[in-house]
């Protein structure tokens, strides 16, 4: 075999390698990626950041309780306490550090929370960049935007990935 053959097939080859671990990697979803201390019973307090823009329209505080879990490709996220419950899409994951996005929306309002977080054992720190947009009932245009930014610390509760102390 000739050495422009050779190449070729080592070319073709490397190609062909090249391709199947580029399907291989995209094929794991996003959500595969998540590592299950993410999933439980969290304790979430939230502090307004002092420089974000609108933030006399949020609160400077709050004590939230997230459940989360999965179901297949699905992560939810709900408050048994207030109720509320959503599925999130998940943006980002690398290692322990997680991305995610949910969206509500009613009446004419849309509130949109990406949170970014860094998984720590029992706990996680994080922000959480929050935007309310209000629509008009008239023609559905947008007619203001208020944005806020807080910090997040979490304590887990319950889950999985809780171990003896």
């Not at 979430?44 to 949020?58: E, L, M, Y």
């Not at 179901?71 to 999130?88: K, R, W, Y």
Request: aromatic letters at 10%.
């Amino acid at each position: 075999m000739s050495i422009i053959k050779k190449i070729l097939v080592l070319l073709f080859l490397f190609v062909g390698i090249s391709t199947c671990a580029q399907t291989l990697k995209t094929g794991i979803s996003k959500v595969d990626r998540v590592p299950n201390s993410f999933y439980g019973n969290w304790r979430v307090v939230a502090k307004i950041d002092k420089q974000s823009p609108n933030s006399v329209n949020f609160r400077p505080q709050t004590v939230d309780f997230w459940n989360l879990s999965r179901n297949g490709n699905v992560i939810n996220l709900n408050n048994p306490f207030t109720g509320a419950s959503a599925s999130v899409t998940v943006d980002y994951v690398e290692g322990n550090i997680i991305r995610f996005t949910k969206v509500g929306e009613y009446d004419n309002k849309k509130l949109t929370d990406t949170v970014d977080l860094k998984l720590s054992g029992d706990t996680f720190t994080g922000i959480n960049s929050l935007t309310l947009e209000t629509f008009s009932t008239y023609d559905n245009s947008l007619i203001k935007k208020d944005t806020a930014l807080y910090i997040l610390k979490g304590e887990k509760i319950s889950g999985s990935s809780i171990t003896g102390k």
